[in-house]
């Protein structure tokens, strides 16, 4: 399974800061995602990302977030103005050969 | 709008029992059908299927998909408490998300 790491593990943030969430492939993929999983529901998709732009945002990809490959091999997601409804884990996946997409182990993310 | 329906939403067996899993879709552009073990955080892989009545097994695991009635069964036979998880079953839609459904909680008592 391709090896997927996710930094922080766990960010404590207040209202209104921005965060930066970083997820780091080991080795060269095309196709990123992020999702979210608020506790106790479902696994939500929020964006994906292809050949270094957006190709597909959910409605939860409000003007808030953003999505960036800075260096060509971090992807990070970008929250401007946290809420607290942004409490939830979140989780860069990537895919490989042609539909399996493999999950980092998560950014806890609590908004006080 | 996609969706995906997992049952049951929570199973308690004892050790060595059988389970299966059911997962429903409707999912547009639908290429494949996922499924997921959860532990404590992230989703692992298990499946993924793409044709219709072909069985995928890995050891004591097993699934398959019905794309007629937009369906797929996860099997665990002779189950242990290591399989004590969320498992989640995910339709990829046109190869640009994964649609989850709400999962099912199975809990293995020695």
């Known amino acids: 399974e391709p090896e997927v790491t996710q930094t922080p593990s766990h960010q404590v943030t207040q209202m209104g800061q921005e965060v930066i969430l970083r997820c780091v492939p080991i080795?060269?993929?095309?196709?990123f995602y992020w999702y979210r999983q608020i506790l106790g529901q479902k696994v939500e998709f929020l964006v994906s990302?292809?050949?270094?732009?957006?190709?597909?945002k959910s409605e939860i990809f409000d003007d808030q977030f953003s999505v960036e490959r800075p260096d060509g091999s971090n992807f990070t997601l970008k929250i401007r103005s946290t809420k607290l409804e942004d409490s939830a884990m979140y989780f860069c996946?990537?895919?490989?050969?042609?539909?399996?997409?493999?999950f980092g182990p998560g950014t806890r993310l609590t908004v006080l | 709008e996609d969706k995906v329906v997992q049952s049951p939403l929570s199973l308690v067996v004892h050790e060595g029992d059988t389970v299966t899993l059911n997962c429903s879709y409707e999912?547009?552009?639908?290429?494949?059908l996922l499924w997921y073990k959860q532990e404590k955080k992230a989703p692992t892989f298990l499946f993924m299927l793409?044709?219709?009545?072909i069985e995928k097994k890995s050891g004591r695991l097993s699934s398959i998909l019905d794309k007629k009635e937009l369906f797929s069964i996860l099997n665990i036979t002779a189950t242990q408490t290591g399989d004590s998880a969320v498992y989640l079953c995910?339709?990829?839609?046109?190869?640009?998300?994964?649609?989850f459904g709400q999962g099912t909680r199975l809990t293995i008592n020695p």
């Open positions: 999912v547009t552009n639908f290429r494949s």
């Open positions: 080795s060269n993929h095309l196709y």
């Open positions: 990302f292809y050949n270094n732009e957006i190709s597909e």
């Open positions: 793409t044709s219709s009545g």
């Open positions: 996946a990537i895919k490989v050969g042609t539909d399996t997409q493999y």
């Open positions: 995910a339709g990829d839609e046109g190869a640009q998300k994964l649609v």
